[in-house]
């Protein structure tokens, strides 16, 4: 399983940096990664996170769809910013929806971490449908999913994952910076 972490992890990274240059090439890497990770955070006990790359696999067939028929400016696609009317009801139901999927981890299955899992995949789920939309509030949101991840990884024994999440951080900040100033230009 840890070659497969391995695999999973470099194309985690190719992945992200292409997001970050606002490459539509990040799509077939990241299809890859999330189809590896299943069965990495399934032999962990990580349930949220193994449903979660299930979601990814079909969000990033869709996130691939869309970026190719987006607007394209300075060699990427276009991003912008949400409205606060926009916002909060995202906010709200990813609360919602990470109480609710937390609880029914908890009670129905013998996951290792529910309400930790529950909120690293309920906030990815959000970031990562953000991102499909080419938001630049994903990148508040992956941030925290990194923050939170990296030590969820780390206390499964996943160390070559949890340092991916603390490269993914560094890139999710890079990707902030980034989009930030796209969607002002």
């Not at 009801?89 to 981890?105: F, H």
């Amino acid at each position: 399983m840890r070659d497969i972490e391995i695999a999973a992890a470099v194309l985690g990274v190719i992945n992200v940096v292409l997001v970050v240059r606002r490459s539509t090439w990040n799509y077939p890497f990241g299809i890859v990664m999330v189809a590896l990770y299943f069965f990495v955070f399934w032999s962990t006990k990580l349930y949220s996170d193994a449903l979660l790359q299930i979601f990814f696999f079909v969000i990033q067939i869709y996130g691939w769809w869309a970026w190719v028929h987006a607007k394209h400016v300075d060699h990427g696609v276009a991003v912008s910013w949400m409205d606060w009317k926009q916002r909060t009801p995202w906010l709200a139901g990813t609360a919602v929806a990470i109480a609710l999927w937390g609880a029914g981890m908890a009670r129905f299955t013998d996951a290792a971490a529910p309400f930790i899992d529950a909120t690293t995949a309920g906030l990815s789920i959000a970031a990562q449908c953000l991102q499909s939309l080419r938001r630049v509030e994903s990148w508040v949101l992956w941030i925290a999913v990194d923050m939170i991840a990296i030590g969820l990884f780390a206390w499964k024994g996943l160390f070559v994952t949890s340092a991916l999440y603390g490269l993914f951080l560094i890139l999710a900040g890079i990707g902030l910076f980034e989009w930030r100033r796209r969607a002002k230009a």
